[in-house]
């Protein structure tokens, strides 16, 4: 919960008054010229353990939203009616499954006789290539008969490519890019990884695909740069994005990729919906063998497909893409009559590590991941790494630690400490933290500018002698500043988390790799960091003003 003075984009380094002591650094990188930084006096940390970095303790966490945009509402079968429909489908399954079988192998060796010879894959596809195509597009279709897809509702009609050269569309299964390759055959941004997948991976070449590696911001930049190549070619076929990057249940929207809207090209919204009563269609919490399954055992399957009107760019508006992307998004969430989240392909990363994990509720651990990364800009791949850490906490079945199961997990004794710590993502005081409290806070102290130069001066301070490395006695001693009475066990437990490759001493990558993934115990070296000894680090890192 956030104060109504105070937000994460407010500044969090208060201005210190004339008369306030504090402690200049000056850090000296050879890349960039030095520059001045505080840390708030120990004195002002009384309450807050993390003040002494800026870190405020009113940060904003939102409610989390009962919602759950990726769930299938019928992964199991039930109900007496769906299992009697079942058997009697099963003989029509059969021959379901041999025309799927039958089909694919056709558009599979048209696809290859098109393929064929073809070197020049940075120009649009020849003619006589693109026709033979037509026999893999007429097997598509059959491949949506033999899924029980027998007819399709259209509404509305594509506009001319030359109009709207890209088409943007709500992603729910695994038949809505079968169901495009045939009916438009466009070019499509897919993952590196379904290159290699047997018949998919050849069948998308043929559609020109533009690969990215959604984890890598140079590969996410030449798909964007391409995108814009091919879009401004009416020689090109269109392009289909599906923006939300993942699929969804179809009963929410959630947040967009940009990749469709920074070329800054008109777009045509398309809604998929897979109107159902007993046997729902989404590709969520359901394996694709038993959905595939589900689908031949169905007397019939719907989908209806609705070109909506054009949206087109805004000139001369600051940041134009995301509000593109937001007035398109609208559109989308209006014919759908659905709501929009902030989620991402991030919360179903976390979805299946927490599945993988073996938790009951994986949905507890979704945290709308696209509203993190633009606030905290915090990568997906670093949440999963604090889910990791917090899971062994043995949340209960509503998601929830207590505060010995924290101090366990941290290598903490119960101290005032180590409590000021839990208070401190115990947002709502309520004695216990959910994966988005325990996310939120650390994030916003892994993120404060001070943080990098607390870790870089804390390990010049306990370090002796620049022998670059930390041992046992050196650290029992720089800890015990904060944390009193600790004995030989206790320091050892928490040695030996900071001592990653477990070779009896704590490397600077060891120290600063530990607080990465466990930055709330930054506030272990608060006293010695503030510590009024400039002799104890370099004289050219510290200087002290009082």
Same mark, same amino acid.
């Given at each position: 919960?956030?104060?109504?003075? +105070?937000?994460?984009?407010?500044?969090?380094?208060?201005?210190?008054?004339?008369?306030?002591?504090?402690?200049?650094?000056? @850090?000296?990188?050879?890349?960039?010229?030095?520059?001045?930084?505080?840390?708030?006096?120990?004195?002002? $940390?009384?309450?807050?353990?993390?003040?002494?970095?800026?870190?405020?303790?009113?940060?904003?966490?939102?409610?989390?939203?009962?919602?759950?945009?990726?769930?299938?509402?019928?992964?199991?079968?039930?109900?007496?009616?769906?299992?009697?429909?079942?058997?009697?489908?099963?003989?029509?399954?059969?021959?379901?499954?041999?025309?799927?079988?039958?089909?694919?192998?056709?558009?599979?060796?048209?696809?290859?006789?098109?393929?064929?010879?073809?070197?020049?894959?940075?120009?649009?596809?020849?003619?006589?290539?693109?026709?033979?195509?037509?026999?893999?597009?007429?097997?598509?279709?059959?491949?949506?008969?033999?899924?029980?897809?027998?007819?399709?509702?259209?509404?509305?009609?594509?506009?001319?490519?030359?109009?709207?050269?890209? @088409?943007?569309?709500?992603?729910?299964?695994?038949?809505?890019?079968? %169901?495009?390759?045939? /009916?438009?055959?466009?070019?499509?941004?897919?993952?590196?990884?379904?290159?290699?997948?047997? %018949?998919?991976?050849?069948?998308?070449?043929?559609?020109?695909?533009?690969?990215?590696?959604?984890?890598?911001?140079? *590969?996410?930049?030449?798909?964007?740069?391409?995108?814009?190549?091919?879009?401004?070619?009416?020689?090109?076929?269109? !392009? &289909?994005? %599906?923006?939300?990057?993942?699929? $969804?249940?179809?009963?929410?929207?959630?947040?967009?990729?940009?990749?469709?809207?920074?070329?800054? %090209?008109?777009?045509?919204?398309?809604?998929?919906?897979?109107?159902?009563?007993?046997?729902?269609?989404?590709?969520?919490?359901?394996?694709?063998?038993?959905?595939?399954?589900?689908?031949?055992?169905?007397?019939?399957?719907?989908?209806?497909?609705?070109? =909506?009107?054009?949206?087109?760019?805004?000139?001369?508006?600051?940041?134009?893409?995301?509000?593109?992307? #937001?007035?398109?998004? +609208?559109?989308?969430?209006?014919? &759908?009559?659905?709501?929009?989240?902030?989620?991402?392909?991030?919360?179903?990363?976390?979805?299946?590590?927490?599945? /993988? !994990?073996?938790?009951?509720?994986?949905?507890?651990?979704?945290?709308?991941?696209?509203?993190?990364?633009?606030?905290?800009?915090?990568?997906?791949?670093?949440? @999963?790494?604090?889910?990791?850490?917090?899971?062994?906490?043995?949340?209960?079945?509503?998601?929830?630690?207590?505060?010995?199961?924290?101090?366990?997990?941290?290598k903490l004794k119960p101290c005032s400490l180590s409590e000021k710590m839990f208070e401190f993502i115990d947002v709502q005081k309520t004695?216990?933290?959910?994966?988005?409290?325990?996310?939120?806070? *650390?994030?916003?102290?892994?993120? #404060?500018?001070?943080?990098? +130069?607390?870790? /870089?001066?804390?390990?010049?301070?306990?370090?002796?002698?620049?022998?670059?490395?930390? &041992?046992?006695?050196?650290?029992?001693?720089?800890?015990?500043?904060?944390?009193?009475?600790?004995?030989?066990?206790?320091?050892?437990? =928490?040695?030996? &988390?900071?001592?990653?490759?477990k070779d009896g001493r704590v490397s600077k990558a060891d120290f600063v790799s530990c607080l990465r993934k466990n930055p709330l115990l930054?506030? !272990?070296?608060?006293?010695?960091?503030?510590?009024?000894?400039?002799?104890?680090?370099?004289?050219?890192?510290? #200087?002290?003003v009082v």
């Amino acid at each position: 919960m956030a104060a109504a003075d +105070h937000s994460l984009s407010t500044p969090l380094l208060p201005q210190p008054s004339d008369h306030q002591p504090h402690v200049i650094l000056d @850090v000296h990188d050879p890349q960039q010229s030095p520059s001045p930084v505080a840390f708030q006096p120990l004195d002002e $940390t009384r309450q807050n353990p993390f003040a002494f970095i800026g870190a405020n303790q009113d940060y904003e966490v939102p409610e989390s939203r009962t919602v759950d945009p990726f769930r299938n509402q019928t992964p199991n079968i039930e109900g007496f009616y769906e299992w009697v429909k079942i058997v009697i489908c099963l003989p029509v399954a059969a021959v379901r499954l041999i025309l799927f079988g039958l089909c694919l192998t056709v558009g599979y060796v048209a696809t290859r006789l098109a393929l064929q010879g073809w070197k020049d894959k940075q120009n649009p596809m020849p003619k006589w290539r693109c026709r033979l195509m037509w026999v893999t597009r007429f097997s598509a279709r059959a491949i949506l008969f033999s899924f029980g897809y027998h007819w399709i509702k259209r509404r509305g009609k594509p506009a001319p490519r030359e109009i709207a050269p890209i @088409v943007v569309s709500n992603h729910v299964s695994y038949i809505d890019p079968i %169901f495009f390759f045939y /009916e438009l055959f466009p070019t499509i941004v897919s993952s590196e990884s379904h290159d290699s997948m047997p %018949f998919v991976g050849t069948i998308i070449r043929a559609m020109q695909v533009i690969y990215v590696d959604r984890f890598s911001r140079s *590969s996410r930049k030449l798909a964007v740069n391409e995108i814009k190549r091919k879009a401004s070619s009416n020689r090109f076929p269109r !392009l &289909l994005l %599906f923006p939300e990057g993942t699929t $969804t249940s179809g009963r929410a929207l959630i947040s967009f990729q940009l990749g469709a809207f920074i070329p800054g %090209f008109t777009v045509q919204p398309v809604v998929v919906r897979y109107p159902h009563v007993h046997f729902d269609q989404s590709w969520g919490n359901i394996t694709l063998a038993k959905l595939m399954f589900r689908m031949f055992t169905q007397f019939h399957n719907f989908m209806e497909v609705e070109y =909506l009107p054009l949206v087109s760019p805004l000139e001369n508006r600051k940041e134009n893409a995301m509000h593109f992307s #937001q007035s398109t998004g +609208h559109a989308i969430a209006r014919a &759908l009559n659905v709501v929009q989240t902030s989620h991402s392909y991030g919360d179903v990363m976390l979805f299946s590590k927490a599945a /993988e !994990l073996k938790q009951e509720n994986p949905s507890l651990y979704m945290v709308e991941m696209a509203w993190v990364e633009t606030t905290l800009h915090l990568r997906a791949l670093e949440a @999963v790494e604090f889910l990791e850490t917090f899971l062994p906490m043995n949340p209960d079945p509503s998601g929830h630690v207590e505060f010995h199961d924290f101090l366990r997990v941290m290598k903490l004794k119960p101290c005032s400490l180590s409590e000021k710590m839990f208070e401190f993502i115990d947002v709502q005081k309520t004695g216990k933290v959910g994966f988005k409290q325990f996310l939120l806070g *650390s994030a916003h102290v892994l993120k #404060q500018p001070l943080f990098w +130069h607390a870790c /870089e001066l804390g390990f010049t301070k306990i370090e002796r002698d620049g022998k670059n490395y930390i &041992l046992k006695p050196e650290f029992q001693d720089a800890v015990s500043l904060a944390i009193p009475n600790l004995n030989h066990d206790e320091g050892h437990s =928490l040695f030996s &988390l900071f001592d990653l490759d477990k070779d009896g001493r704590v490397s600077k990558a060891d120290f600063v790799s530990c607080l990465r993934k466990n930055p709330l115990l930054i506030a !272990l070296f608060a006293p010695i960091i503030l510590q009024k000894n400039p002799s104890a680090a370099d004289p050219d890192l510290v #200087q002290e003003v009082v």
